[in-house]
Nanobody, 129 residues
Framework: QVQLLESGGGLVQAGGSLRLSCAASGRTFTSYGMAWFRQAPGKEREFVAGTRWNGGWILTTYYADSVKGRFTISRDNAKNTLSLQMNSLKPEDTAVYYC???????????????????WGQGTQVTVSS
């Protein structure tokens, strides 16, 4: 059974930092595209950052405009983990953050939640002003 388990969420003041982690189990995700999404109350789930293999084992990263320059996505294939370093946090970053994975992602689909087969349960991030 494939499982994605997020950790690292919490309460932080505006301007602070948090690091989220996603531990994958049940299979090796080396060849999978993986991403972080978030969902605030009353809003749709939105893409935050993602990685996909762009042919020839070139790992390409993507970011939502709202987090560019503040968030950094990384993955450790040896440990089957995905991370999200979040700096300069703002109150509008408050949401439940989800880890997601899928074997077939393209430039056109990586930012769409419907493209992913596997999801974690989410971790709450709250940024106070």
């Amino acid at each position: 059974q494939v499982q994605l388990l997020e950790s690292g969420g919490g309460l932080v003041q505006a301007g602070g930092s948090l690091r989220l982690s996603c531990a994958a189990s049940g299979r090796t995700f080396t060849s999978y595209g993986m991403a972080w999404f978030r969902q605030a109350p009353g809003k749709e789930r939105e893409f935050v950052a993602g990685t996909r293999w762009n042919g020839g084992w070139i790992l390409t990263t993507y970011y939502a405009d709202s987090v560019k320059g503040r968030f950094t996505i990384s993955r450790d294939n040896a440990k089957n983990t995905l991370s999200l370093q979040m700096n300069s946090l703002k109150p509008e970053d408050t949401a439940v953050y989800y880890c997601a994975a899928d074997q077939a992602l393209s430039i056109a689909t990586i930012q769409k939640a419907s493209s992913y087969d596997y999801w974690g349960q989410g971790t709450q991030v709250t940024v106070s002003s």
